[in-house]
């Protein structure tokens, strides 16, 4: 089961952290993604990141901006995001699926269907 936190309402240019906290699932070689969904718009991945080797994808848009990490203690991974803009609004989910070769990072980040766990997603509005 995956739980994310840390959602909620900011101003453009301000930043939130998303906290994604695996229970019953031990995250030693996974791939973990940070998707979103926008009303109207298709889910797409935002950050990835292998939980063996923290390799790590982004989506070009937010590249400079979001830093996906990980805790290995915890077993959460974690979405900082920073001088988010208006586009950012959106349900933002994790999810999680095991990664072997030859799986790919860049193309799982782009493919929400290849991810059988997920979370029950958490809110993140960027208003002023």
């Known amino acids: 089961q995956l739980v994310e936190s840390g959602g909620g309402s900011v101003q453009p240019g301000g930043s939130l952290r998303l906290s994604c906290t695996a229970s019953?699932?031990?995250?030693?070689?996974?791939?973990v993604g940070w998707f979103r969904q926008a009303p109207g718009k298709d889910r797409e991945g935002v950050a990835c990141i292998t939980t063996s080797d923290d390799r790590t994808e982004y989506l070009h848009s937010v590249k400079g901006r979001f830093a996906i990490s990980r805790d290995r203690a915890e077993n959460t991974v974690y979405l900082q995001m920073s001088s988010l803009e208006f586009e950012d609004t959106a349900v933002y989910y994790c999810?999680?699926?095991?990664?072997?070769?030859?799986?790919?990072?860049?193309?799982?980040?782009?493919?929400?269907?290849?991810?059988?766990?997920w979370g029950q997603g958490t809110q993140v509005t960027v208003s002023s």
């Open positions: 999810a999680a699926t095991e990664f072997h070769p030859p799986r790919i990072l860049s193309r799982l980040c782009r493919a929400p269907a290849e991810f059988e766990s």
């Open positions: 019953g699932l031990a995250l030693e070689y996974h791939a």
